[in-house]
């Protein structure tokens, strides 16, 4: 057991001496730039001791627990966050692969290495590359692609993609071009001063090409700690160029987005056509299992109850969840109270829900807890007052208060668009995701009423009711307020804010005239939205349901915080289901209260500032993974060398090395002298063919045939068997039919049609044939 003894400055915390005899660490991998920091560490050193109290088995719960010390070697570093650069990451430095560990949790396995004496092979995700690399004979430091651990030059991801400048790294000298005298292997000649500037803060050189190549522009190129060009950068640089640009957002060179072009695409459209009740992907809800009967109001206990047989079966087990996947099946209606018929099992008519982590917790073992459920089983996380009411906070699951802890988060989706005259930009997006909803251009979404006051649930100075507006979204736009286009700079702009415009409706007649006499005394009554009108205004289906609507401002478009949207407005009739009214404050105090406890209870959310800014929806979450898949940024799975080289290859524009470095599989055998398919050789000249080829190889595997194997009595006969064997499988798995001409070998016409059962093999077919 651990020598432990109490702390002199908190008698309730037990330090943990832990041996330095032996460390591997490398003070050579801490970071150099002046924007990384050493902050208390004490945090981790917690963190660390409560792991391996437990390992140790010593651990009491409720007892703290702390190191005496990091392992000699090991530091905490942090740096300002990319999307808002008043919060400061933490990540821990010292392995000896020149990487940083993103948590505890990755750094503990290390840890017990350390203190065993490095007695056994060590498996944190670290040693593991460095036991690959080594055996690869590549040089520590330089991985495959770019260190993950240690960014690129001295450059770091910003707020709003921006990046710190990079420096140049020289590659070595091509083949058949010499280094020259009296320089580096891969840096362009040039005069004495294009020698001092290529070792600049600023790496000049064109977008998406790599160091060492010639220059095809004079724009300066700034990249990520990827090596990723940063196109928001540039288009600032641009901007005060020009004085005004108004341009589309692309990023050819980006994996990611490229990737996510044709599957973001369909799933914003489909959104457009389903009802604004259904929940979307990356959202969180309230769920519960499969259950019999339906949900209703308990006057006499006081809750939402199970009702089945005429009788009441005590409230759902509730929980929150992150959706991951929708149904295949339609939802329609009926299906909030009821389960109506479906096609297909759970697993693909139902919703993928997984039970929702601590996010201030390295422990994200709640991921593995998923189901497929019905509609039935899920309600809208922001009405949890209303669904949990009359459950002690004592019987909530955890996951609950953990949802609630990033209801103050934001993150921005899709920026399609860069607009500004110097020195202000916008950045326009699709979508938000906003606490626990997500977010689209064209949602109607419920406005906050001014002058709330939460604790008495009324709106001030009167004592009134509570009306909501309702906005219809037409932008939700990164607004820049005096850019920042100095390519050494960390930023984009001196300000950032989030604005969502569109145009404001009520359904309150007495509101909508007194906005009227504001404008003028005299001005007529307010004249509500025809039928037709609400339907071309509102994208849900029997909105008229409300009853009249009125637009407010005379129609003009305004222009709000994030600060001031509750959530989704629901088609009346699924209100009617949900909560028995229309009323559209259903969640008013529950997402206000919901607020306060996140920026009370979100580590993230630094002192004075009300708003959690992640770069995506899985950082906002802090989810590792989702759906079964890892999704952070520093994956296992996430090759960023592999993936330029891919593009490369997709884009023709690759050179030898980048073949090699796609890992494109290529087939196992020996080669054979003949093609896999008549189109072969066509598919060299020709993009489309090549296109219905794949990126296969040209040559067939050899068969067993060619190399004498057969056993049949001819060698002509067992060969025509063996290779016929081969390159149909060839064709199988390269050519789609639906690309080709019809046709077959004994018929010219290509009146061949594949008939419904499935393919047989040629070698079972001849053997059929001979008995």
């Given amino acids: 057991m651990a020598n432990i003894k109490m702390e002199d400055e908190d008698p309730g915390v037990i330090v943990i001496p832990i041996d330095t005899t032996y460390s591997d660490g490398d003070r050579a991998g801490w970071p150099t730039g002046d924007h990384f920091d050493m902050p208390d560490d004490s945090y981790y050193r917690r963190k660390i ?3 391996w109290a437990q390992e140790l088995g010593f651990y009491k719960p409720g007892q703290e627990y702390i190191l005496d010390s990091l392992p000699d070697g090991f530091a905490i570093f942090d740096r300002p966050r990319g999307t808002d650069p008043s919060i400061r990451d933490r990540f821990l430095y010292g392995h000896p692969l020149q990487q940083y560990f993103y948590s505890t949790v990755q750094f503990f396995p290390h840890f017990c290495h350390l203190m065993s004496q490095g007695k ?25 692609g770019r260190p993950r651990g240690r960014p690129y030059g001295s450059g770091t991801r910003t707020s709003s993609g921006t990046s710190t400048p990079i420096k140049p790294v020289g590659t070595p000298g091509r083949r058949g071009r010499p280094p020259g005298s009296g320089r580096k292997p891969g840096r362009p000649p040039g005069s004495t001063a294009a020698a001092a ?11 998406g090409r790599l160091p060492g190549r010639p220059s095809e522009s004079s724009m300066p190129y700034i990249a990520d700690s990827e090596g990723t060009p940063d196109v928001f950068k540039a288009a600032v640089i641009k901007l005060r160029a020009k004085g005004q640009l108004d341009e589309k957002i692309t990023e050819p060179d980006s994996m990611d987005w490229r990737a996510e072009r044709t599957p973001l695409r369909e799933y914003l459209e489909k959104l457009n056509m389903l009802p604004s009740f259904v929940p979307r992907t990356g959202e969180l809800v309230l769920w519960t299992t499969e259950y019999e009967g339906k949900l209703a109001w308990n006057p006499e206990a006081g809750q939402v109850q199970i009702y089945r047989h005429k009788q009441w079966h005590g409230a759902p087990d509730w929980r929150a969840g992150v959706v991951g996947q929708l149904p295949e099946e339609d939802v329609v209606l009926q299906d909030i109270v009821v389960t109506t018929p479906k096609k297909w099992g759970p697993n693909y008519s139902g919703f993928r829900v997984e039970t929702f982590p601590d996010p201030n917790s390295e422990d994200k073992s709640y991921s593995l807890q998923h189901k497929y459920v019905p509609m039935k089983c899920i309600r809208p996380f922001g009405a949890y007052e209303h669904f949990l009411q009359g459950v002690p906070r004592e019987q909530l699951h955890p996951s609950i208060e953990n949802a609630l802890t990033v209801m103050a988060s934001f993150s921005l989706l899709e920026k399609y668009r860069f607009r500004g005259r110097w020195p202000d930009a916008a950045i326009y997006c699709r979508g938000i995701f906003l606490g626990a909803e997500f977010l689209a251009v064209g949602d109607a979404v419920r406005l ?28 939700i736009r990164l607004e820049l307020k005096d850019c920042d286009a100095d390519p050494r700079s960390k930023q984009l702009a001196e300000t950032y804010q989030v604005r969502i415009q569109g145009k404001v409706y009520t359904n309150d007649r007495e509101r909508a005239a007194a906005l009227l006499r504001q404008r003028t005394q005299d001005s007529p009554p307010p004249q509500p939205l025809t039928s037709d009108e609400i339907a071309s205004t509102f994208h849900y289906v029997g909105m008229s349901g409300y009853g009249e609507w009125y637009p407010l401002h005379a129609g003009a478009r305004v222009t709000i915080s994030q600060d001031m949207i509750l959530g989704r407005c629901y088609e009346p009739d699924a209100m009617q289901l949900l909560f028995r009214s229309p009323a559209l404050h259903y969640d008013l105090h529950g ?3 919901g607020r306060a406890y996140s920026r009370a209870t979100d580590e993230r959310i630094r002192a004075g500032k009300r708003w959690f800014w992640g770069d995506f929806r899985t950082q906002t979450l802090a989810l ?24 490369r290859v997709i884009d023709g524009t690759a ?24 189109f072969a050789k066509v598919g060299k000249l020709s993009k489309l063919v090549s296109t219905g080829l794949g990126a296969v190889d040209s ?3 050899a068969s067993s045939a060619e190399d004498g194997d057969g056993d049949g009595d001819g060698d002509g006969g067992t060969s025509a068997v063996s290779g016929g064997e081969s390159e149909s499988e060839q064709e199988d798995y390269t050519l789609r039919i639906d690309q080709l001409r019809g046709g077959t070998e004994e018929t010219e016409g290509g009146d061949y049609v594949p008939g419904l059962a499935p393919p047989q093999n040629k070698r079972a077919r001849m053997m059929e044939m001979s008995m």
């Fill in 120 to 144: 056994e092979p060590c498996s944190c995700h670290l040693c593991e590359k460095l036991a690959k690399r080594k055996r690869d004979g590549i040089p520590i430091g330089r991985g495959v």
């Fill in 197 to 207: 500037a290529s070792t600049s803060a600023v790496a000049v050189r064109s977008s």
């Fill in 624 to 647: 590792d993974t989702l759906n079964g898949e890892d999704v952070g940024h520093y994956s296992d799975v996430r090759d960023v060398k592999m993936w330029r080289a891919n593009l």
């Fill in 49 to 51: 001791a409560r792991l």
């Fill in 655 to 678: 050179k030898a090395a980048d073949f090699r470095d796609a890992k494109i599989p290529g087939d196992v055998g020996r080669p054979s002298t003949k093609t896999a398919s008549n």
């Fill in 699 to 701: 040559s067939a595997p």
């Fill in 448 to 475: 906050k009423p001014s002058g709330y006051d939460v604790d008495t649930d009324t709106v001030s100075p009167a004592p009134t009711a509570v009306t909501l507006n309702v906005m219809v979204i037409h932008e």
């Fill in 591 to 593: 997402v206000l209260r």
